[in-house]
């Protein structure tokens, strides 16, 4: 039997306008193993390298969940301490990578958003959506907690909310509460009208002086640049607490159910 976290992919789709679209996909909701997350860090470091790169839009494909987090068939497999803070920094990695590249990133969220797919939406400059995209930030459901996406979503949303997802693992919040709270800059009704929206966003920054963009990324990024470490360490304690009893027998059970 094939290995699930095998499968997927990663793709770059550099237009002649500049628009890079950074997309991904696999088969188990759009969930993202390791494999995927290290593709995704490297395509975002590449891509802010390119001086063809004008603007990044970051999506998913295929699936009608933008993304469902962290892959649990991975988690599942593992049973010491250090390989569970590795998985767990996946994650943070690719936020790193998100908030230090210096092209504008641009949010494509379709679906729903579970956990780390909330986390990428966070790590964006800018976020659209269509109404389809609830969120929810499960992980708390499963013995551990939204540690290493926590600063990012905080960052957007302020820690009122965040502590709402945080609490309340079981409960979706709608587009639109994410467009209130700030996650989302926009929402629209359909996903046609989120891409035609997208397409004429991105044709406009595209427009501007490229220097000037990669400037104000650096000013919306400012008080960020400890992330890091405090990632890393972040990721220690969901590794720590992905070992216990609590979350092993929660994970099973949540693989039965899927």
Known sequence: ME???????????LRDNGVAHLAFY????????????????????????????????????EHKTFC??????????????????RFFSGFGTVLNAMRTCPKVIVGRIHGK?????VGLAAG?????????????????AVGFGPFVIGPAVERKIGKAAF????????????????????????VFDTVEQLDAY???????????????LAELKKIFWQGT???????????AISGRLALSDFSRQAIEAFKKKA
Not at 124 to 140: P, V
Not at 163 to 181: G, I, M, V
């Open 3 to 13: 290995d699930i976290t095998q499968q997927g992919y990663v793709r770059t789709d």
């Open 163 to 186: 502590c709402h997802l945080a609490l309340n693992p079981s409960e979706w919040q709608t587009a639109a509460w994410a467009r209130e709270k700030g996650l989302f800059q926009e």
């Open 124 to 140: 964006t400059d800018y976020c659209m959506a269509s109404h389809y995209a609830s969120i929810r930030l499960s992980e708390l």
């Open 113 to 117: 958003a579970v956990g780390g797919g």
């Open 225 to 235: 640049e400890h992330w890091d470490q405090l990632l890393i360490e972040r990721a």
């Open 68 to 85: 469902a987090g962290a892959s649990f068939d991975e988690l599942a497999a593992i049973h010491d301490v250090e390989t569970s803070n």
């Open 26 to 61: 696999h088969p188990n909701h759009n969930s993202l193993p390791s494999r995927l997350l290290q593709a995704l860090v490297d395509a975002f470091r590449a891509l802010g390298q390119n001086d063809r790169v004008r603007v990044i839009v970051l999506r998913s494909d």
């Open 198 to 212: 997208i397409e004429h966003f991105t044709q406009n920054l595209c427009s501007y002086n490229p220097e000037a």
